[in-house]
């Protein structure tokens, strides 16, 4: 069977319970750049704890939430289902409760959605979504956050149970979970993250299940880039198709840029069970969003093979035809100040074959914090080779948080090619030859303006990667298996694992 891959965003939120900006800014933000949505309001907290004068506030900020949202839950689902457009946008709506000792869950039904569910305890809720299913409906739930200390709404690996949830969320905007020392620590106000709270802790301890990334935002703008997304490998796009492959764990979790991703072992694909075979041909096929760092795949949590691609200084093949990735993103200047950006882009003697946008919502750890100003400020659209492009910066919070906007332009071109912007009715330009050597930047104005950065032009193959490693084992135990890929800009991808059971 032939599947296609899309990305997405599964848990997010707005304030249709606590959090910011419309629902219909959070759908129409995520048709930007997503290829699905499932929007997430606030439920419940069975083992809230007790009012206490410094937790007051917080206990009464998650209790509005909580109200708010089961006053709206009818038309929350009616709007979400009225964007859904078969063969161009998937949305479907979900909810999430909260557990101190057992820790969060994003709780997802297809089609039973006439109330929510508020069970008393997480048990409870496994005992619901297995009795769904068990009827013949649709329904799971994905633990996320899962990084924090168990007790402080960290996962519960104790029980867990992988039947009612077949994912486990493992990239947000609390940071990655994926091992004890995975890029992106937890700097949320919630706490740090604890090693006993990983992904690699519920594959050691025998469970099964696949991985995704959500942003986790709450300010109306899923896929918020950066914080975390999903891929999937699915027929078609449509929402059975994408429920099917979240049930099958055909999916993997991106840090924000696209990249595709296919990873098999004897043919068989992400989240797959066979059985014991001792010879093992993993088959890695990689098309990522910039140059590619390195691979990694690992068995039983120790990796066994590493493919690095060290930088080098490119090879054109001479003056003809190239095939590459240029990103341009706008923004910087002093943090605070709002610029408004109406920019088109060009491309001289080349042809724009792919566009992805790369945007950021009002981006905070903090869902109480609010921003002055609406929560839908982007857009764009292509025409040939010329693309336009809409948004507004505030300055990046820290030299470490990147609040840019911006937009990658896959091309067909030559060294000659240039790249003409149209930036506030400014004329800047640039050209492939230049580059290939290295990135270039425009201010709006003097020292401390807004500024442009069109990145180093990335060529096909070094985003593009084929790749083969055959391992052998004695079947003593089941193995699981899993990649990982780092590109030089820091984005991340992490496939689902691929289990051969043991012989015994």
Not at 278 to 285: A, M
Not at 331 to 348: A, L, Q, S, T
Not at 380 to 393: A, F, H, N, P
Not at 422 to 432: E, G, L, Q, R, V
Request: hydrophobic share 30%; proline share 3%.
């Amino acid at each position: 069977m032939q599947y296609k891959c899309y990305f997405g965003d599964i848990h997010n939120h707005c304030n249709a319970s606590y959090g910011h900006g419309d629902l219909e800014d959070a759908l129409e933000n995520a048709k930007l750049q997503l290829d699905f949505v499932s929007i997430t309001g606030h439920s419940s907290w069975p083992d809230i704890p007790d009012t206490t004068p410094e937790l007051e506030s917080v206990i009464d900020y998650h209790k509005r939430g909580f109200s708010k949202l089961e006053k709206r839950w009818a038309n929350f689902v009616q709007l979400i289902k009225s964007y859904n457009r078969g063969g161009r946008f998937v949305a479907f709506p979900s909810y999430e409760v909260h557990s101190l000792t057992e820790g969060d869950y994003t709780i997802y039904f297809k089609d039973n959605l006439k109330k929510m569910f508020k069970p008393k305890s997480i048990a409870e809720l496994q005992k619901i979504v297995l009795e769904e299913r068990r009827r013949g409906g649709k329904a799971f739930i994905v633990p996320h956050h899962i990084g924090y200390k168990k007790g402080f709404r960290g996962i519960n690996w104790d029980t867990y149970n992988e039947h009612a949830s077949p994912l486990i969320e493992i990239v947000s905007m609390h940071g990655c979970s994926e091992s004890d020392n995975a890029a992106f620590p937890y700097l949320h106000t919630m706490g740090p993250r604890n090693g006993k709270n990983t992904m690699q802790t519920g594959l050691s301890m025998g469970y099964h299940f696949g991985v995704i990334g959500s942003t986790d935002h709450h300010s109306a703008h899923p896929g918020s880039n950066g914080y975390g997304r999903v891929a999937v490998w699915a027929e078609e796009l449509t929402e059975s198709a994408i429920w099917s492959a979240l049930e099958n764990r055909r999916c993997y979790a991106v840090t924000g840029d696209r990249i595709i991703f296919n990873y098999s072992v004897n043919d068989a694909a992400m989240g797959e069970i066979i059985p014991f075979v001792k010879q093992r041909e993993h088959k890695i096929s990689l098309t990522a969003g910039d140059t590619v760092d390195y691979v990694e795949l690992l068995k039983n949590n120790t990796v066994v093979k590493r493919y690095s691609f060290p930088f080098n200084s490119h090879d054109t093949g001479g003056k003809g035809r190239l095939k590459g990735k240029l990103f341009i993103e706008v923004g910087w200047g002093e943090y605070g100040i709002k610029h408004k950006w109406n920019i088109k882009i060009r491309v001289d003697g080349g042809h724009i074959l792919d566009v992805e946008p790369r945007f950021h919502g009002r981006d905070t750890v903090d869902p109480k914090i609010n921003f002055e100003g609406n929560y839908r400020f982007s857009e764009w659209e292509r025409s040939g080779d010329e693309v336009r492009l809409i948004t507004e910066t505030w300055g990046n919070p820290t030299t470490l948080t990147n609040a840019n906007q911006g937009i990658c332009l896959e091309i067909d071109c030559s060294p000659k090619t240039k790249i003409v912007m149209d930036i506030n009715h400014k004329i800047f330009s640039t050209d492939i030859s230049k580059l290939l050597e290295c990135s270039d930047s425009f201010y709006l104005d003097k020292f401390l303006s807004a500024a442009v950065h069109v990145n180093r032009f990335v060529l096909e193959n070094e985003y593009k990667k084929e790749l083969t490693y055959t391992d052998y084992d004695n079947g003593k135990r089941e193995d699981f298996y899993y990649v990982r890929v780092k590109q030089y800009n820091g984005q991340w991808a992490y496939s689902s694992p691929i289990w051969v059971r043991g012989l015994e």
